[in-house]
Nanobody, 117 residues
Framework: HVQLVESGGGSVQAGGSLRLSCTAP????????MDWYRQPAGKVRERVAS???????TYADSVKGRFFISKAKDKATVYLEMGSLKPEDTATYFC????????????WGQGTQVTVS
């Protein structure tokens, strides 16, 4: 049973930094593709950053140069380093993962709140 656990959200002043983590405990020796999404209150969820099976990264234009996605080698763990934060980055952030060998489907974290003032 796959459960994704997120951590690292919080409140920060504009210009500050935060690091989000998302892991599926117990999974090792896996190859995964991961994404981070965010959903501001009352708005649609949008993709922020992705990292593919081979490690290729892509970013939404709004976060390029400020956010960086990475993953732990052979683990179902993904990170999002967020810098130069702006008030418009305020949202609930969700991770999404799929690792080879998992049952087909979408696996989401529970969400972690990021507030920038």
């Amino acid at each position: 049973h796959v459960q994704l656990v997120e951590s690292g959200g919080g409140s920060v002043q504009a210009g500050g930094s935060l690091r989000l983590s998302c892991t599926a405990p117990g999974f090792t020796d896996v190859r995964c593709a991961m994404d981070w999404y965010r959903q501001p209150a009352g708005k649609v969820r949008e993709r922020v950053a992705s990292i593919s099976l081979d490690g290729t990264t892509t970013y939404a234009d709004s976060v390029k140069g400020r956010f960086f996605i990475s993953k732990a080698k052979d683990k179902a763990t993904v990170y999002l380093e967020m810098g130069s934060l702006k008030p418009e980055d305020t949202a609930t952030y969700f991770c999404k993962q799929f690792c080879l060998g998992w049952k087909p489907g979408q696996y989401w974290g529970q969400g972690t709140q990021v507030t920038v003032s």
